[in-house]
């Protein structure tokens, strides 16, 4: 029998750790977007989600993000509270522009991580970060790029303490990245992602992602996932604000436990391949998380009349063909379009005859399901 150890929070206090060890150097590492297929949409303090969440991590979306580290003359415990040395000092290049305005953000998650990686002050460092999708793309960007951060700080962690182990340094990437953003926490291993506790899932947890832990059936393998983007611009409605909407939401406790059920038949479908009940659920999901912002005080509608036309054709061509064809949406406008494998051909046709009018200067990604982050070598 395999013994079952369950990580708490304290667990991911770095605690004997000699930074002398370490003077400079950078690491990059290469990090994927994902796509939730049940939907995380509310949170308690700090980053605890109100229901589990499961996603296909994705391969064609990823962030790059190298992350350069220089000791800083003084050890910042030797000083006092109000010098330069004592704060986190970083710049952020994003595909290679200085960003001031980036810097709130980072400087929320280090202070949010600290305590966990408690040498973060005692580093300069310099952060340059590039997307292989456009920034306006309307697809967020969180999950792949605060991901991509927690793993370079937990490289540089592995350097301190190099008796940590693989499963470790991954659940510790997944655990600070969820103090960034909740969704990047399902950024760090393939294929499928599950985070929050659940009973039907074995070793899940609201503090880190797991793999899902059961065979997924062959219908799934390679399983793709075409983003039609409809709406290029800024997110009216940030996700933070969106998550906040659902604490006083007349529906939020139905809402976290549809999720939850829909947690147990999912995974139920991905081990035994049933394409057609994969599909109620996703999009089921889909439509409830945009109710839940339709519903909510204030209410906000995120979808645009082409978002309604693909979801239609998608509806149309899946009766008229038997295909297993589905959609999903995230916190936008845009339309992630899931198909098997098996379909490719004739689904990859119907979304250029049929679906690619309604995308934004016909721009769309072809992406598929991924294995998860990658560290590159930085020569
Ligand atoms: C609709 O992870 O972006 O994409 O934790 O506040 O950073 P924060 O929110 P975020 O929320 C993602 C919401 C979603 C659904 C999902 O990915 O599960």
Redesign the pocket.
């Known amino acids: 029998m395999t013994k079952i150890i369950v990580l708490i929070e304290s667990d991911f206090i770095l605690n004997d750790f000699e930074t002398s060890k370490v003077s400079n150097g950078s690491v990059t590492w290469k990090t994927p977007s994902n796509i939730?297929l049940v939907?995380?949409?509310g949170?308690q303090d700090p980053?605890i989600p109100e229901n589990a969440?499961i996603?296909f991590t994705l391969d064609a979306c990823f962030t790059l993000t190298t992350l350069e580290y220089s000791k800083k003359k003084t050890r910042h415990a030797e000083l006092d509270s109000a010098s330069h040395e004592n704060n986190f000092n970083f710049d952020i290049y994003f595909e290679g522009e200085k960003k001031e305005d980036f810097k709130p953000k980072i400087q929320q998650f280090f202070e949010r991580i600290e305590q966990y990686v408690p040498f973060l002050k005692d580093f300069d460092f310099v952060i340059k970060s590039r997307n292989s999708f456009p920034h306006s793309s309307g697809i967020?960007s969180?999950?792949s790029g605060m991901s991509a951060l927690a793993l370079c700080i937990m490289s540089i962690e592995k350097e301190l303490n190099s008796t940590i182990t693989e499963e470790y340094f991954n659940k510790k990437a997944s655990f600070l990245a969820r103090l960034g953003?909740?969704?990047?926490c399902r950024s760090v291993e393939g294929e499928l992602i599950v985070w929050g506790n659940h009973a039907d899932i074995k070793e899940s947890s609201n503090l880190f992602g797991v793999k899902f832990p059961y065979k997924i059936h062959e219908n799934f393998k390679n399983h793709h996932d075409t983003i039609l983007l409809v709406d290029e611009g800024e997110k009216q409605v940030s996700?933070?604000v969106g998550?906040q909407l659902m604490y006083n939401h007349p529906f939020a406790k139905q809402r976290f436990q549809q999720a939850n059920d829909n947690i147990s038949k999912i995974s139920e479908v991905l081990k035994n391949g049933d394409l057609k009940q994969f599909i109620a659920i996703v999009e089921s999901e889909a439509l409830s998380?945009h109710a839940m912002m339709m519903t909510s005080n204030p209410y906000f509608i995120l979808m645009k009349p082409n978002t309604l036309k693909i979801i239609n054709k998608v509806w149309e061509f899946r009766a008229k063909t038997n295909s297993n064809i589905c959609f999903t949406l995230?916190?936008g406008a845009n339309v992630h379009v899931l198909f098997p494998e098996a379909e490719k051909e004739s689904v990859n046709n119907f979304i250029i005859n049929e679906l690619i009018q309604y995308c934004q200067e016909n721009h769309y990604i072809c992406d598929r399901i991924g294995n998860g982050a990658k560290r590159l070598s930085n020569n």
């Open positions: 939730a939907k995380y949409w949170k980053q969440s996603s967020a969180s999950a953003s909740g969704s990047a996700s933070t998550h998380l995230d916190a």
